[in-house]
């Protein structure tokens, strides 16, 4: 477990809804990588992302996936793609991503409480 934080410090994290409205394959990546483009509302809109998803999941079934992604880290370049999110995953029991999702459909852009 990592070092308690409080309230505040959680609600700087901003975590949201979104649905994969793009995915590509991302063979240029240094570790095999997904580049996707995720749609969270229209106040934040679309923000790209790289993904190290590809033991689970191929780009084209990733079209219409709802996913939650932290959407305020600063952008980062990943190769000659920059990164605007981190989509969020858990590994499974041999370390890889699984996608966090939620279990209901619920409009882009909702915000994690």
């Known amino acids: 477990m990592s070092g308690e934080i409080g309230f505040d410090d959680f609600l700087k994290v901003d975590i949201r809804k979104g649905t994969v409205v793009d995915a590509q394959p991302f063979p240029e990546a240094r570790k095999p990588a997904i580049k996707l483009w995720v749609d969270y509302g229209p106040e934040i809109g679309v923000k790209k992302s790289s993904a190290q998803i590809t033991v689970h999941y191929e780009p084209e079934e990733l079209i219409g996936k709802q996913v939650l992604g932290v959407v305020n880290f600063p952008p980062r370049q990943i190769g000659k793609f920059m990164s605007e999110a981190l989509v969020l995953g858990l590994p499974d029991e041999n370390g890889e991503v699984v996608l966090l999702t939620p279990d209901k459909s619920?409009?882009?852009?909702?915000?994690?409480?």
């Open 106 to 113: 619920v409009p882009d852009g909702g915000r994690m409480f």
